[in-house]
């Protein structure tokens, strides 16, 4: 069993001596650890081994373009007609751009998903994923908006189609367990991956809320994604990591995950977290309908911040931005043109 250490983050403002940053963020610092699966501590940074102290510390290489020194946001466009919170809304190729459009003045990347992958939601055909996603991304670019594209599937050829059309980078809610010719094609394409953590299938993966220690095993899965996608020759640094909030998770699992976030740091790759107005955030927050959601996934996005991700994955793309630059500026690193 793998024990693994959790930095605990702080905010780079107030300056306190002796900390490091973490992850290469400008806005969260560290410098203190704490064991997981492990008796102990927590320890110092500088008692860290220099290994491990410079793993959580360094600086993340680029993605998509994007320095990933401060928090990302990634918009969320679903193009189905069944998505939990934004189903029906996009589905047509005019409003898919127009909020394409709206989107990109605050989001960093774009992330464009065909099948819905909510609790109970049936898998959908590959030729229809395809025609909900690809002419879209090829619109969006055909509109002029450079905003880098992830494309959010767990089939290979819709991920292809989604290449060829405009967009970056894959998404993919199984980390490359769902189709068996996912990895290969991310290594031939050269282009970054998410890896998320999710247990059985959308269908069923409610059923599948079982763990003995949620953050633990978590990490155990995530590190073994990490050695399938290197073994399939993916780049090291073009991986992304994400806990897979609400996949196969209680609300007491997804809080675990979120207060347990720094600790994926360790993995060494960058962070992205999807919470928004996710179930749990509705059973906590009082709020029943999903579009309700959205003082509190703002409220999880800047969690997130603080935990040093660097992709918070949002609906509320205009709210997030503006609570992000508000929490950066007090954390100390006030935002820089979006370059
Ligand atoms: N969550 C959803 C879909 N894709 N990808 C990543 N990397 N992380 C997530 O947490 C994540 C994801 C589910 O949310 P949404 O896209 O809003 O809904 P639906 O699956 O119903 O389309």
């Not at 780079?12 to 806005?27: E, F, I, K, N």
């Not at 450079?146 to 989604?162: C, G, L, N, Q, Y």
């Not at 059973?283 to 959205?294: I, K």
Request: charged share 25%; proline share 6%; aromatic share 2%.
């Amino acid at each position: 069993m793998t024990a693994y250490l959790m930095p605990l983050p702080i905010p780079r403002l107030p300056a306190a001596p002796g900390t490091l940053a973490l992850a290469g963020s400008r806005s969260v610092v560290w410098d203190r650890a704490a064991l997981l699966r492990g008796a102990g501590g927590p320890f110092a940074a500088a008692s860290v081994s220099p290994g491990l102290r410079d793993r959580l510390s360094a600086v993340r290489a680029p993605l998509c373009g994007l320095s990933l020194d401060r928090p990302r946001i990634m918009g969320i466009l679903n193009v189905t007609p069944d998505s939990f919170s934004d189903g029906g809304r996009h589905n047509d190729l005019a409003a898919a751009v127009a909020r394409a459009q709206v989107m990109a003045a605050d989001a960093d990347i774009l992330d464009i998903g065909g099948e819905s992958t909510r609790p109970g939601a049936r898998e959908v055909p590959e030729d229809e994923e395809i025609a909900r996603t690809a002419p879209v991304i090829r619109a969006i670019r055909e509109a002029g908006i450079a905003t880098p594209i992830s494309i959010d599937t767990r089939k290979a050829r819709v991920a292809e189609a989604a290449l060829d059309a405009g967009a970056d980078m894959v998404n993919d809610v199984t980390a490359l367990r769902f189709d068996p010719r996912m990895a290969a094609l991310v290594a031939e394409r050269g282009v970054p991956v998410c890896l998320m953590h999710s247990v059985a299938t959308p269908e069923t993966m409610q059923a599948h809320a079982n763990y003995r220690d949620v953050l633990t095993e978590v990490l155990d899965h995530l590190a073994e994604r990490m050695e399938a996608a290197l073994r399939a020759g993916i780049a090291e640094n073009r991986i992304v990591t994400d806990p897979g909030i609400g996949f196969g998770k209680t609300a007491a699992h997804n809080l675990d995950l979120i207060r347990g976030l720094p600790a994926l740091h360790g993995l060494g790759a960058p962070i992205l977290l999807g919470a928004s107005r996710k179930r749990f955030i509705g059973t906590l927050g009082g709020a029943e309908m999903a579009e309700d959601r959205m003082a509190g996934s703002v409220a999880v996005a800047l969690q997130g911040a603080a935990a040093g991700a660097q992709i918070l994955r949002v609906h509320d793309t205009k709210e997030t931005r503006q609570a992000l630059r508000l929490w950066l500026a007090m954390a100390g690193a006030e935002e820089e043109d979006r370059a």
